[in-house]
């Protein structure tokens, strides 16, 4: 069932032929601006920006992520007078990078979720949550839904891949005790941005504990679990409201569904395997305070602990980690790029003029409003598939400013929550909205923004509290 009229169909095809022609003009109008500053030479200083607007741009027009940042690493390599060959030794220098760090424990991440898919990890996890909270009432079918959610994004790091494994196994429990297609949708999409926030290795977690050098254990104290609460217990009454406030019902054909069974004993053994280990290693972890580096062993060593257990010999669990790393190759390559982006960008003297711009007036401004705008700027800028992105790209340019004004990591890692991943749940449709929906077979979107909106303003609410109390 679709909710999209003849009229509004019409008017996406005709701003999607609009999309090339502004993306091509944009690119050229950047690429005249940067020929005119490299044949001035010097510093560009705020002119230095234009390729990150450009990036900016792109994306929010719909062009690949990947192919944005090429564009924008172009326009800064132009700017900079940056020859082939230098640009080639700086993207050498960006493969040993932080950021390219980043990127290779997201594609070790993704394998180790396609390791807990193939050995039926996955799927017995989630058995034994939904086993152990119970199925017999409407309010426990809806915390097994949510915490299997949260545990299973969290673990694999994927809200789209964890939550597609989840809805065959939940949708016909849910449809057999009364819950319909948009709640469920609610609850997965609440309880899934919810894991992102806290699962250990998470492509969100891992980017930010990289920007603010906070521990995993800092980093949820201070950010993680505050934010994550606010979204789970949103999230869980927006949905019973949603479920008061819509006609849809899942079918009989939903409910007599036979969910999928996977449950032998070599899948037990591999969820309990992989549970363990995976916990041991983040208590360890914590402990020792161990930095965003430390997930290449956790992702390699979990791997490796739970294809075996599950029965996989060791050469089909390196199938596995290939199969699942090459799904987010692209991720990799955008991060490989970003770095000298950012670099060139640097060299402009973009970075260090705003801040010399800003400097005067930050005692003015003060910590809390400063926090809050930036808040605000990731609400108005959110880029499909660029949420890890996103925290690089504004620590870089205003995590100066942040330590100028005295804010601590903790606090700066709120902010930067609040403007990579609480954007996901809105303010306007995005991909992950839409996904989830599809997932739980709901049809309204009008309900899903609504349940964005709730978690967005109470997490609003929240950053302000904190901010005031924290600076």
Do not use: C
Request: charge should be positive; proline fraction near 5%; aromatic fraction near 8%.
């Amino acid at each position: 069932m679709s909710t999209t009229t003849a009229a509004e169909t019409a008017t996406a095809e005709k701003h999607a032929g609009r999309a090339p022609v502004i993306a091509a003009g944009g690119f050229a109008v950047a690429l005249v601006i940067g020929i005119l500053l490299a044949m001035t030479g010097g510093k560009a200083g705020l002119w230095g920006l234009v390729p990150i607007g450009l990036y900016a741009l792109l994306a929010v027009l719909g062009v690949d992520v990947v192919l944005a940042t090429i564009g924008a690493l172009v326009i800064a390599a132009v700017m900079t007078r940056t020859g082939p060959i230098p640009l080639g030794a700086q993207m050498a220098t960006s493969m040993g990078s932080l950021v390219a760090v980043i990127g290779m424990i997201i594609l070790l991440g993704a394998g180790l979720g396609r390791v807990t898919q193939e050995t039926g990890a996955a799927q017995s996890l989630i058995r034994l949550v939904m086993g152990g909270i119970g199925l017999n009432t409407r309010t426990r079918v809806q915390l097994g839904i949510m915490v299997s959610s949260l545990i299973l994004v969290g673990a694999l790091g994927t809200l789209a891949g964890g939550n597609a494994i989840l809805a065959p196994i939940v949708i016909p429990v849910a449809a057999r005790t009364g819950w319909r297609p948009p709640a469920v949708a609610a609850m997965l999409h609440a309880a899934g941005a919810a894991g992102l926030m806290t699962g250990p290795f998470t492509p969100p977690v891992v980017t930010l504990m990289a920007a603010t050098r906070l521990s995993y254990g800092g980093y949820l104290l201070h950010a993680g679990l505050p934010v994550a609460a606010v979204t789970m217990v949103t999230g869980f009454f927006m949905a019973r409201w949603i479920q008061r406030h819509t006609d849809q019902e899942y079918t009989a054909a939903d409910a007599a569904e036979t969910e999928p069974q996977t449950g032998d004993g070599a899948a037990r053994r591999a969820a309990l395997v992989f549970a363990l280990v995976l916990l041991a290693l983040a208590i360890y972890g914590v402990v020792e305070k161990a930095t965003y580096s430390y997930a290449l062993i956790v992702m390699i060593v979990t791997a490796a602990a739970t294809g075996l257990a599950g029965g996989l010999a060791p050469k089909k669990v390196l199938e596995a980690v290939y199969a699942g790393a090459a799904r987010l190759i692209w991720l990799f390559l955008l991060f490989w790029m970003l770095d000298p982006m950012l670099a060139l960008i640097d060299k402009t003297g973009a970075f260090e003029t705003v801040f010399a711009d800003l400097k005067p007036i930050l005692p003015d401004v003060g910590p809390w409003l400063f926090l809050m705008l930036i808040v605000f700027l990731g609400y108005m800028q959110a880029v499909p598939g660029a949420a890890v992105a996103q925290v690089v790209v504004v620590n870089k340019l205003f995590g100066p400013v942040a330590a100028a004004l005295g804010i601590a990591p903790g606090v700066w890692a709120v902010a930067l929550v609040g403007t990579s991943q609480v954007d996901q749940l809105g303010p306007l449709p995005g991909a992950d909205m839409i996904g989830q929906m599809g997932l739980a077979r709901s049809s309204s979107l009008r309900l899903m923004l609504f349940n964005g909106w709730a978690i967005i303003t109470a997490n609003t609410a929240l950053f302000a509290m904190l901010f005031w109390m924290l600076t």
